[in-house]
């Protein structure tokens, strides 16, 4: 993950890195999502990330929509699992297991609910 930015084989960054102060490392050690993103990935795997928690939080509504009741704890989950990412996540949301556990909860309130829509 950020490791990496702490290696320096090339010479010519060896010798730019000479100028500035030694770091420590895993200085660039990143404590969100979003900046565990940047760095793994840059500005396409950051924006490509909220993008997918956006569309989630449209299926969410989506399906809240035609029942509120069971829907509810999903969303509560995903809230939950998304401020945690904000707050903590070194690694990004897509190696968080209470991440997946919550899309696993999405998964299958669709199918119930399409099922329902089929009888």
Known sequence: NSRLYDITTDPELEKSYR???HKKA???NPHNFILADMLDGGL???IAGIAVLLMLFGTIINMMRKNIGRVLISFL??????CNNLI?????????KFFWITVLFLI??????QKELAE
Do not use: A, C, H, I
């Open 108 to 113: 299958m309130e669709r199918l119930v609910q």
């Open 26 to 28: 895993n200085w660039l």
């Open 77 to 82: 989950m995903f809230g939950l699992v998304v």
């Open 88 to 96: 903590s996540s070194p690694f990004g949301f897509l190696y968080d």
């Open 44 to 46: 396409v795997k950051t």
């Open 19 to 21: 100028l500035y102060p």
